[in-house]
């Protein structure tokens, strides 16, 4: 018994399949001496990191937006840590932490919890007490604020490690 015969090409669809491949292809080649592009590293990493205990003021223009900064976390399992927040009355803001290795520590989910928070005037005033973090190790972590409300805000962030006791 002899192999069925292949199936027969016009030029019309040899054509396309070749246009097809080499289209493909575009994005995969580069130009001869073109160096291949390196991953960006977040700017939380390369930035200076916030200096313990002095505010970050954090500019949020209007609509849903969120903003990052670096601090460099002491030894957790040594160190409690507070988090500071001020913020407009009108701003919602949720605030967490991510540490060196990319774990998220949650901070306060708005700055309208009222258990964590207090309205004074015009600002809301957030402070937030946090024990030795046993599991954690010491390096460059990322504080993220996200707000959800429509006004700008400006929104002021503290983190302050202390020696435990």
């Not at 292809?25 to 700017?43: E, K, L, M, N």
């Not at 916030?50 to 160190?79: D, K, T, Y």
């Not at 001020?86 to 991510?98: E, G, I, K, S, Y």
């Amino acid at each position: 018994m002899s192999p069925p015969a292949a199936p027969r090409q016009t030029p019309a669809a040899t054509w396309l399949v070749v246009g097809l491949l080499l289209a493909g292809t575009v994005g995969c080649t580069r130009q001869a001496g073109t160096p291949p592009s390196t991953p960006t590293t977040p700017p939380a990493t390369t930035a200076r990191p916030q200096p313990n205990g002095v505010a970050r003021r954090l500019r949020l223009r209007a609509g849903p937006v969120a903003a990052h900064f670096a601090i460099r976390a002491p030894a957790p399992p040594s160190h409690t840590f507070t988090v500071r927040i001020l913020a407009p009355r009108h701003a919602d803001v949720a605030v967490w932490l991510q540490t060196w290795h990319g774990q998220r520590l949650e901070v306060l989910g708005s700055t309208h919890d009222r258990a964590s928070c207090q309205a004074a005037a015009e600002q809301t005033v957030c402070l937030l007490r946090f024990p030795r973090l046993e599991a954690q190790r010491a390096g460059t972590w990322t504080v993220h604020a996200a707000k959800r409300s429509p006004r700008p805000a400006v929104v002021q962030i503290t983190i302050t490690f202390h020696p435990a006791a």
